[in-house]
């Protein structure tokens, strides 16, 4: 078992560029979540899905965030225009239904200049 | 809406001795779980010890344990016999047996002394 896998590992890009976090969970895990950590704000849930169906979103920060998983296997987490305060530590972790625990992946850093 | 709070932005332990993370949470759900996970350097979230709040028995797991008070909404980490490789942040983590939930608390850094 591979884990979950997260791509890449690191990115670096300027503001107002798009930028594409990319995840894949364990196969037959069927929640799929995204964190961001930050100093200040620390672990924060921004959007999770079941069945690929996103069920709660309410901690995306704003329109500029989105998150899509078009198959059991896939997740992408976009944000456009990106800004400098997205500087962050993104994580995605999977689970195999109720309860948690979840398995994380390593993590995006992601700076914006 | 649950919280989780983990009040010792740091802590610190000499080697081989004994140290307990504090954290306390707070919801109105009767059905949750509580985590320990680990965050050394290399920045990958590790699971430490998981309890279930129906369980009245606290979790175990070689050198961890909790000290679970479900009243006082209350769940501490002991970490007996320190390791060097102890040494990390520690997040407490409250997870919703209705919803999937995860939220975390903001974090302690453990420090181990050699």
């Known amino acids: 078992d591979a884990g979950v896998i997260q791509s890449p590992r690191h990115e670096v890009t300027e503001m107002g560029q798009e930028v594409t976090l990319r995840c894949k969970p364990i196969?037959?895990?069927?929640?799929l979540f995204w964190y961001r950590q930050t100093m200040m704000r620390g672990l924060e849930l921004l959007i999770y899905?079941?069945?690929?169906?996103?069920?709660?979103d309410s901690g995306m920060p704003e329109d500029r965030f989105s998150a899509k998983m078009p198959n059991a296997s896939f997740s992408t987490l976009k944000i456009q225009p990106s800004e400098p305060r997205d500087s962050a530590v993104y994580f995605c972790?999977?689970?195999?239904?109720?309860?948690?625990?979840?398995?994380f992946g390593s993590g995006t850093r992601l700076t914006v200049v | 809406a649950q919280t989780v709070t983990q009040s010792q932005p740091e802590m610190s332990v000499q080697e081989a001795e004994t140290v307990t993370l504090s954290c306390t949470y707070d919801?109105?759900?009767?059905?949750?779980?509580l985590f320990w996970y680990k965050q050394p350097p290399s920045r990958q979230m590790i699971l430490v010890i998981r309890?279930?709040?129906?369980?009245?028995q606290n979790a175990t797991e070689n050198r961890f344990s909790v000290n679970f008070q479900k009243a006082a909404k209350s769940f501490s980490l002991k970490i007996s016999d320190s390791q060097l490789g102890d040494a990390a942040m520690y997040f407490c983590?409250?997870?919703?047996?209705?919803?999937?939930?995860?939220?975390f608390g903001q974090g302690t850094t453990l420090q181990v002394k050699p």
């Open positions: 196969s037959g895990h069927d929640y």
């Open positions: 919801t109105s759900e009767s059905d949750y779980y």
């Open positions: 972790a999977s689970s195999f239904s109720q309860p948690p625990p979840r398995t």
């Open positions: 309890q279930e709040a129906y369980k009245q």
């Open positions: 983590a409250y997870g919703s047996g209705n919803t999937g939930k995860l939220i």
């Open positions: 899905f079941n069945n690929n169906v996103p069920i709660d």
